[in-house]
């Protein structure tokens, strides 16, 4: 609250399409028209960022339909909370679609963001990832706001080992594609969406939540590795070896254990069944080939497990 005995000076920021009565008007540096009058004189309702100063006090945000009177004693909203009033225009101006208004909401909404105290970015970032992730909020997350929002708190809160923060981060999959900057985190593995949804479990052992997730992406790994049958079985893009087929028949037993924990193995009973048998038989394959002419001819020949 500002002190009593200073005079506190309200500044408004409006576009310079709304009228404004019982003020004095000058532009400013970014082209907006700046309002300032005392707490005693009337104005017009609209939409502004509002800030209230004095020499001793911090900065105060207030936002939303201004009253046609300040009374005495007005108190703003420090600026120590997310500035939910510019988040929800730059919500409404991706609603609209409008790129220019967009970014420029954008923009707004990341500078006051990057007044908050360290602690009230990192809790409302961690909320934001959680409520996308775990509960489908159907937010936009362009580069700029995962670079300086989310980014740094969840990597942050996953050193801090915080359960859940890997799988949030998981959940950005897109966004980590898009940085440049973290491509040799994904070339040398440790930021994939796999590796991201193995940390949460190392972090949190009882977190069925990432293990779902991880379920379903190892579901389609596995179905990818039959996607060329009768050809061969795949390894990546490429027809695998026999090392490669021992190695997925050990994170085969991952997937199962998985499955049975979260009780859904009737689910995936053929997907299993079919990766047990075609690993197997084409790695007997590619060492014992029995004259067969490729593996659909080795698979007609019939074989012994």
């Known amino acids: 609250m500002v002190p009593a005995e200073e005079p506190a000076m309200l500044e408004f920021f409006y576009s310079a399409r709304v009228p404004m009565q019982n003020c004095n008007a000058k532009e400013n540096r970014n082209s907006r028209r700046v309002f300032r009058f005392s707490p005693e004189v009337p104005f017009c309702s609209g939409l502004a960022e509002c800030r209230l100063r004095s020499k001793s006090s911090p900065t105060f945000i207030e936002s939303g339909a201004v009253p046609q009177t300040v009374p005495q004693g007005v108190v703003g909203r420090r600026l120590s ?15 609209r679609g409008l790129r220019g208004e967009r970014n420029d909401a954008l923009n707004r909404f990341l500078a006051a963001f990057a007044e908050l105290h360290q602690t009230e970015q990192h809790d409302w970032a961690l909320g934001l990832a959680s409520n996308i992730v775990d509960d489908n909020a159907s937010t936009p997350i362009r580069l700029p706001l995962f670079r300086s929002v989310l980014l740094p708190a969840l990597e942050t809160a996953i050193a801090q080992r915080t359960p859940g923060a890997a799988r949030w981060l998981a ?4 966004q980590i594609y898009k940085c440049r900057e973290l491509r040799p ?21 009882g977190d069925d939540r990432s293990r779902r997730k991880l379920l379903g992406l190892l579901a389609s790994r596995l179905n990818n590795t039959l996607h060329e049958l009768p050809t061969g079985v795949l390894y990546g893009n490429d027809g695998a070896s026999f090392d490669q087929c021992r190695e997925m028949l050990q994170e085969l037993d991952g997937f199962i254990r998985y499955a049975n924990r979260l009780g859904i193995a009737e689910e995936y009973a053929d997907l299993v069944a079919n990766c047990q048998f075609h690993y197997k038989a084409y790695a007997e394959y590619l060492t014992d080939r029995r004259e067969a002419s490729c593996y659909a001819d080795y698979l007609s020949r019939g074989r012994d497990l």
């Open 171 to 174: 959940g950005f999959v897109q």
């Open 185 to 205: 985190r994904l070339m040398d593995g440790t930021l994939t969406e796999h590796a991201l949804l193995l940390t949460a479990l190392d972090h949190d052992p």
């Open 81 to 95: 909370s997310p500035p939910s009033d510019l988040w929800d225009v730059y919500l409404e101006a991706e609603r």
